[in-house]
Structures are given as structure tokens and as C-alpha cells.
């Protein structure tokens, strides 16, 4: 009986002893880890300057700039997931396309490829600095608008109009003949309250009349505009050798 005893309290003894380092585990959830770090994601929207220069991409996919001495670009861009963007020139029927070397909060770097007017490839970098203007604001301020100067009727082609279509083209009239049978397609961008633009024939042979088809036509010219009371355009001034 003794050794039955003796057998049965060394059973409890081991059960107990398993009970109590069993209490000492700890069954609490593990704490979670804290999620990887994600790198912060700059947005390409905005006006970007170097010196002259400057890109301007709207939220809306709008792209305005001046990139090069007598080269600016204006259209509708997308951007791919590597940060290539490219923009669509309705006008010329062509794409130029912007890679985005690096971007932060304040600096872009990047790469343009386009076609310049002498038809041949082009390829420049711009280290650009962010501004503080707001890139929606500088598309259409000049769309559904003209400006015909009264003050100052030319001998040759009496009064001159611009007219602006979209927010990228235009026309420049006259009134007087036979000039005013040739209008010129106006290619524009525009930033703060300037025009960057240039004068185009049809595809017609413009007749050198009085000098209607005289340098402005495929040179780069700026002018500021500025708005009347009821938001009509009342000034167009030439600023090309400030601005160029």
C-alpha cells in the first residue's frame, strides 16, 4: 500500500510541477511589426523653372513649355509608371516625351527628346526648381479670346488680329489685301501672363506681301497680355528680348 501511495503523490507532484512551468509561458499575440517604410512619391504637376526655361503640367494633363532658344511645346501628356511622360502635339502631329531623371519636393531633372522645327531630333537636359505658381492657371486664359490693336493700323496689312482657338493654337489676320487672304496659324503656350508663340502659313505659299511672311513666321516671339474689366484682352505687348 505504501508503494501505491508513494507512486500516487509522485504523480501529483510531476503535474503540479508541469502546471507551474506551463503558467510561466507567455500566450500573448507577438506585437506587430511595423510596416516597411514606403517612399515618398513626388507629383510631377506644377510649374518647373531653369532660368528661361520652364515645364508646366496640369493636374488635368495639360503640358506647357519652352525647353530649348526657339522651342516650345504644348499638348495633351500621359505618364507611365517609370515616369516617362509623353506629350501629344495636336498641332504638329507628333510627341515629344520628358523622362524624369529625379524629383523631389523641389528639384526635377529631366530629359527631353522632341522634334525641332528644322525637322531634325533634339535632346537636352533641364535641372528645374519648382515655383510656387499654380500650373491649372496657365492653360486658357487666352481661349474664345481676340485682340485686335486699333490703335496702330498698319499701312500694309491695316488693323491685326489674334485669335485665339484652343489652348494651344490660333490665327493671326489683317484686314487689308491681299495679306488678308493669307492668315497664319499662331502656335502659343503660355505662362503667368505670357505668350510664347509663333506664326505658321497653311501650307500655302504666302506671297511677300509688304512683309506679312516676313521673320516672325517660324521665330519664336512673347508677348504679356492683359485683361479688361470684363475680361476681354485690352494690351498685347512685345517682350521677345526680355523673355528669349
Request: net charge negative; proline share 4%; aromatic share 14%.
Amino acid at each position: 500500500m505504501k508503494k501505491y501511495f508513494c507512486l500516487f503523490m509522485a504523480l501529483i507532484l510531476s503535474f503540479c510541477a508541469c502546471d507551474k512551468d506551463d503558467s510561466n509561458i507567455n500566450h500573448s499575440e507577438p506585437e506587430p511589426q511595423p510596416e516597411p517604410e514606403q517612399p515618398t512619391v513626388y507629383s510631377e504637376v506644377g510649374v518647373w523653372k531653369s532660368g528661361k526655361y520652364f515645364v508646366a503640367l496640369s493636374e488635368d494633363h495639360k503640358l506647357s513649355a519652352y525647353v530649348a532658344s526657339n522651342s516650345i511645346d504644348g499638348g495633351t501628356y500621359s505618364i507611365s509608371d517609370d515616369k516617362v511622360i509623353t506629350c501629344n502635339n495636336t498641332y504638329f502631329k507628333r510627341t515629344s516625351t520628358y523622362t524624369i531623371e529625379s524629383i523631389n519636393e523641389k528639384n526635377m531633372r529631366v530629359r527631353i527628346k522632341y522634334m525641332g522645327y528644322d525637322k531634325t531630333e533634339k535632346d537636352t537636359t533641364l535641372n528645374l526648381t519648382k515655383s510656387d505658381k499654380d500650373a491649372p492657371r496657365m492653360f486658357g486664359p487666352l481661349v474664345g479670346k481676340e485682340y485686335s490693336n486699333q490703335r496702330e493700323v498698319s499701312v500694309a496689312f491695316g488693323t491685326i488680329t489674334y485669335s485665339f482657338n484652343d489652348d494651344f493654337v490660333g490665327l493671326k489676320m489683317c484686314t487689308k489685301s491681299p495679306a488678308c487672304n493669307y492668315p497664319l496659324d499662331v502656335f502659343y503656350v503660355t505662362l503667368e501672363d505670357r505668350c510664347y508663340y509663333f506664326c505658321f502659313n497653311q501650307g500655302e505659299r504666302v506671297p511677300s506681301v509688304g512683309g506679312w511672311n516676313d521673320s516672325s513666321i517660324e521665330k519664336l516671339r512673347v508677348f504679356t497680355f492683359i485683361f479688361g474689366d470684363n475680361g476681354e484682352i485690352v494690351e498685347l505687348k512685345d517682350v521677345s528680348d526680355k523673355y528669349l
